[in-house]
């Protein structure tokens, strides 16, 4: 390798460990970038419809988001916060009486499968150094603090409006990176991310809401407490796959299981599963028919991964994130590269034979013999 090869590859391995210390701001980027998307197809509607240019559009979008946040803050918030600080009541009591239910259901076991090791177990539930209380005890700091997520939602708010008030510029100087030649390829492919994620944001804030209003109504049906709060948690968790349906059910069955109807805890479940199942095989397959379809295994071990990589904000955005990795990968890998890659065909021997029989070869073999 020569000189220039060599700090071309120091170069390379130093943008990578540059991009891997600064993943997050790089994730919060993206999350900006998403947002953008979904307030430029609300422009892009406004444009068409009332037939105007898009720094007239623009405005009127900012005016419906900010009317949106503002009853969202208003008159979904605060009720959020008292059902979701009753809901935290409701652990704490939840808790005290756990040990009390295990040895009652313990006293009643045969004997013969009664188990040994609860009494430990239950030891270290209730010790004053024990892990699940420090849990506990972080899980109520995380929300205590607030201002590191005030900060970050403040920077994606701001990035995401300078991102619609000109995509194309911005879109412009990531192009530089890509090779002159492919340029034109990578906006083309640039323009089919934005179209996914557009039909993916529509489609998953179609399902959220339906979530949101079927469990509200069974959980009132049900006559359990705290159904707004359960309500907006199986909600908001249905942008996470697999794992959120599973997370949004835990509340709900706990208060379930504080009541004095044990049933109610049978009933639950099966108002989650029976949610679930219309969510996953009838309204996401209608209404995401446009959406780059992913099968279920690979959307898990994307979740996985991002996780691993980027935590909690990973986890959130991971189904965006694979929609987009996976366009990228079928645009340049699949198509302008795989599909391309042709063996040339071989030589035929007869083509070769007649060759090696024309005129001028069996002059000079006549010419050798002589």
């Known amino acids: ?19 891997w210390q600064i993943r997050p701001l790089l994730l919060l980027s993206f999350a900006a970038v998403v947002i953008a998307i979904a307030l430029n197809s609300i422009t892009q509607k406004i444009k068409t419809t009332l037939k105007i240019t898009r720094r007239a559009a623009i405005p009127i979008t900012l005016v419906i988001a900010a009317i949106v ?39 009643n076991m045969p ?31 995380i929300f205590n603090s607030s201002l590191q997520i005030l900060l970050q939602t403040l920077f994606v708010s ?70 707004f709060a359960h309500a907006l948690i199986a909600g908001i968790l249905n942008f996470i796959p697999n794992l959120g349906p599973t997370l949004s059910m835990v509340f709900p069955v706990v208060v379930a299981l504080i ?19 219309i ?15 992913m099968l279920p295994a690979f959307t898990l071990i994307a979740q996985i991964f991002f996780a691993s990589v980027f935590g909690v904000l990973g986890l959130l955005l991971a189904l965006p994130l694979t929609v987009v990795v996976k366009t990228w990968i079928h645009e340049v890998l699949i198509i302008d590269f795989l599909n391309n890659w042709q063996i040339a065909p071989p030589v035929l021997e007869s083509k070769t034979t007649h060759a090696a029989q024309s005129p001028d070869a069996l002059k000079s073999r006549s010419t050798g013999m002589l």
């Open 1 to 19: 390798m020569k000189l220039g090869d060599w700090i071309s590859l120091l170069c390379l391995i130093a943008a990578g460990y540059i991009l």
């Open 69 to 107: 946040a503002l009853v969202f803050v208003v008159g979904i918030v605060p009720p959020f916060i008292e059902q979701f600080r009753l809901l935290a009541v409701l652990l704490v009591r939840f808790s005290q009486t756990l040990p009390a239910r295990i040895l009652d259901l313990q006293a």
């Open 111 to 141: 004997e013969r499968i009664r188990l040994p090791e609860l009494s430990e177990f239950l030891a270290w539930l209730t010790a004053p150094d024990s892990a699940a209380i420090d849990v506990f005890g972080n899980f109520f700091s």
């Open 158 to 227: 701001v990035l995401s409006l300078m991102i619609l008030a000109n995509p194309a510029a911005y879109l412009q100087v990531v192009l530089l990176v890509f090779p002159a030649f492919y340029r034109p390829r990578a906006e083309e492919i640039f323009y089919k991310c934005e179209l996914v994620l557009g039909n993916w944001l529509g489609g998953i804030l179609i399902s959220s809401l339906f979530v949101f209003s079927i469990s509200f109504i069974g959980l009132l049906v049900l006559k359990i407490d705290l159904a």
């Open 259 to 277: 009541s004095n109807d044990p049933w109610k805890v049978v009933a639950v479940i099966a108002l989650y599963i029976i949610i679930q199942q």
């Open 279 to 293: 969510e996953s095989y009838w309204l996401t397959p209608t209404i995401m028919a446009h959406q780059v379809s």
